[in-house]
């Protein structure tokens, strides 16, 4: 079963028409729908409501629209990031600095306060100050991380679903990671019971997993979405044949672990202007002086490296497989993990494209592909008459060079010029 039918109330969460009825149209720029589809030229999208009311190489500007030339520029899909975090408090200036990078919706996929809900009431009715926000609203963990850890038998991993999807929860997630065996794993019984009592609910289901051994046991109880790729070794055969028979989605969070080696090394981007401007100058000498001396002799440095390795190769393998391929990176949480929201998103793709991804397979994941696995499809994703107008317009072609995706001029949120 399609997640988006697990989901359909996501989409509804998200969206809803602009207060205002200004009609704008964006003239004469080359289309990169989402859908896979070839480029078109001299394409018009009339964008009213906060969505997209007309979209093609035939349309003509509405008369009484407020027209932007597009000549020579690019326009896509806005970014979908399928594994962000939104967090710690305050919301507003995380959700703005993704959304001046390019990343339109995000999910939070650590811990909510219970008035995420009414900030997604106000998203609903047009208040965009930043991306829109899909939240798990509580991330079941073992010992010795408070919260997370509260729930020890089924019985209360259950009872704490129902409380969660109570409160509007749009994902329900497991995390199942002893961290290089210092902690203990959530039992199979504990997550079995947390995906039944998710799939009763209809959300969707997903998890955080390291290892193969993991990620076989969630697949078979259920997981929607690993948020996280195989790092422990190469993907078999018989396991990608698994996850094409339960419809499972995977996202690679290469950019997240690239992060926790990079800034130890000559490969560091802080002096960058695209990084830089996600980071305050307090934030950034930190990460030049005590971060990096600290990644530097992190005697699990050659642990990450092979995790990142081991990544890559199985992200090539799962696409070439055909299985859907999200986008997320792990960005945002705690200052110190320096997970920049927004520049991530950009890094991600590159490695993507490192991994031997194409710039259709890339631009696909941020979009089509994870509209589909948070089963907002229906309005979000690609661009196409009557979804929502969240959109970028570059001066460089994407598909010439991924890195292009740099070249933002503008963010439409909602129909809007994000400012």
Do not use: C
């Not at 229906?378 to 598909?399: E, H, I, S, Y």
Request: charged share 25%.
């Amino acid at each position: 079963m399609r997640v988006s039918l697990l989901a359909g109330l996501s989409a509804a969460i998200l969206f809803a028409g602009s207060a205002t009825a200004q009609t704008i149209a964006l003239t004469n720029a080359t289309l990169i729908d989402g859908s896979g589809a070839t480029a078109q030229r001299g394409v018009t999208i009339v964008m009213e409501g906060g969505r997209i009311r007309d979209i093609g190489p035939a349309v003509q500007a509405p008369a009484g629209a407020s027209v932007v030339d597009l000549a020579g520029k690019f326009v896509t899909p806005g970014i979908i990031n399928g594994h962000g975090h939104v967090g710690p408090p305050a919301r507003d200036p995380q959700l703005r600095q993704y959304a001046l990078y390019g990343v339109t919706t995000t999910t939070s996929m650590y811990f909510d306060q219970d008035d995420v809900q009414a900030f997604k009431a106000a998203q609903k009715a047009g208040d965009l100050r930043g991306a829109r926000i899909l939240t798990v609203m509580y991330r079941f963990m073992s010992e010795p991380f408070k919260p997370g850890s509260e729930n020890k038998t089924p019985e209360e991993g259950r009872a704490k679903v129902d409380e969660i999807a109570g409160k509007g929860a749009d994902m329900v997630k497991v995390w199942i990671d002893a961290q290089g065996g210092r902690f203990p794993k959530l039992t199979p019984e504990f997550t079995a019971a947390v995906m039944d009592q998710a799939k009763k609910h209809n959300k969707i289901r997903m998890a955080h997993i390291v290892e193969l051994a993991d990620a076989r046991r969630i697949v078979d109880q259920g997981v929607n979405v690993l948020a996280h790729n195989v790092r422990d070794q190469e993907i078999p055969d018989d396991f990608i044949a698994l996850l094409k028979q339960r419809d499972v989605s995977v996202i690679s969070t290469l950019a997240r672990e690239e992060g926790l080696f990079v800034y130890g090394s000559d490969g560091a981007p802080t002096d960058n202007p695209f990084f830089q401007k996600g980071l305050n100058a307090e934030r950034l000498t930190l990460l030049r002086t005590k971060t990096r001396d600290e990644q530097a002799k992190d005697p699990n440095r050659p642990r990450w490296l092979r995790m990142f390795d081991t990544d890559k190769k199985n992200l090539k393998k799962l696409v070439d497989a055909g299985i859907r391929h999200g986008f997320g990176t792990d960005s945002g949480g705690a200052l110190d993990r320096y997970f920049v929201q927004g520049w991530f998103e950009h890094r991600q793709m590159e490695l993507m494209r490192d991994a031997g991804l194409t710039p259709m397979q890339i631009i696909q994941a941020f979009s089509k592909n994870n509209s589909e696995l948070l089963g907002i499809d229906k309005d979000f994703g690609t661009l196409a008459k009557g979804k929502a107008a969240d959109l970028l317009v570059l001066t460089r072609n994407p598909l010439d060079d991924i890195s292009n995706m740099r070249s933002i001029e503008a963010v439409y949120l909602g129909g809007k010029k994000f400012e």
